[in-house]
């Protein structure tokens, strides 16, 4: 075989590799093909426009806060489990109001139950005694009629403001849970149990924010702040209650239209 059929050959295979692997030839290459002689101007004008059009076609469109939606892509975690359809109450609870009965009852009590304690000592009575070797010693016992009493204000106290702790978590968690239309946990248990309370409370502002998240309110309540200051006096609690109040009416106003 000649020279130019040797040439012509090696040009056919070479432009028909560049033509299957057009996608991974840049244009600087195809130039220097071009300027060879290896490939003509209209397989180079084609190669040319195909690189624009890659270049000119947007890129696929990811909805903005989500991951890619592919067949083994994993869903939101907030779109899981649809936003709650349920029953929202009528009334708004004043978390303040509440706040402030329970802490004047156990403040109130405990002052008086130190009152009457104080008073009891000072009514005391007192007796002269002889031992049994003959010497005399003064007895005085106080008031048990003032202690008795003392003690019936502050444990009394303290089970009116258990009273008002218990109905007013589970009234909270029992709206909440009917909203949701699903129990996220046992309002008595969570209202109840000592150590039990503090994760529950937790749960249910955790709750609280993905349910606002879902209605277009991320960042709606911080769990663990609003947890953490719970042990400040039970600060937490009517936050908490504000802003379920808060939630209740954008709810409404939503299902309103």
């Known amino acids: 075989m000649n020279v130019e059929g040797l040439k012509f050959n ?8 560049t033509v299957v692997q057009r996608s991974h030839t840049t244009l600087k290459d195809a130039k220097e093909l071009l300027d060879s002689g290896l490939i003509t101007r209209a397989e180079f004008q084609q190669i040319k426009n ?3 059009a890659n270049f000119s076609s947007p890129p696929p469109q990811v909805q903005q806060g989500y ?13 899981q489990i649809p936003p709650g359809n349920g029953p929202v109450p ?4 004043s978390g303040w109001s509440v706040w ?8 109130i009590g405990s002052i008086l139950g130190s009152v009457v304690y104080v008073m009891a000592l000072e009514s005391e009575q007192c007796y002269t005694e002889t031992d049994y070797y003959g010497y005399e010693y003064d007895y005085c016992e106080p008031d048990y009629g003032l202690m008795l009493l003392s003690a019936i204000v502050n444990w ?9 702790y218990i109905w007013w978590a589970y009234s909270m968690y029992s709206e909440f ?7 996220v946990l046992p309002p008595f248990l969570a209202a109840c149990i000592p ?3 503090i994760y529950a409370f937790y749960r249910f502002c955790d709750e609280l924010n993905k349910e606002a998240t879902k209605r277009g309110r991320p960042g709606f309540i911080d769990p663990t702040v609003t947890c953490c200051l719970t042990f400040i006096i039970g600060i937490g609690w009517p936050i908490y209650q504000g802003k379920l109040n808060e939630f209740w009416d954008m709810v409404a106003s939503q299902q309103r239209g």
């Open 10 to 17: 090696f040009k056919k295979a070479l432009t028909h590799q």
């Open 90 to 93: 009528d009334h708004r609870r």
């Open 67 to 79: 991951p890619p939606q592919g067949p083994y892509a994993s869903p939101s975690p907030h779109q």
């Open 156 to 164: 009394g106290s303290t089970i009116v403001a258990i009273i008002i």
């Open 177 to 183: 849970n009917a909203y949701l239309q699903r129990e």
């Open 50 to 52: 195909e690189h624009l």
């Open 100 to 107: 402030v009965v329970y802490l004047l009852v156990i403040i």
């Open 195 to 197: 150590i039990f309370s």
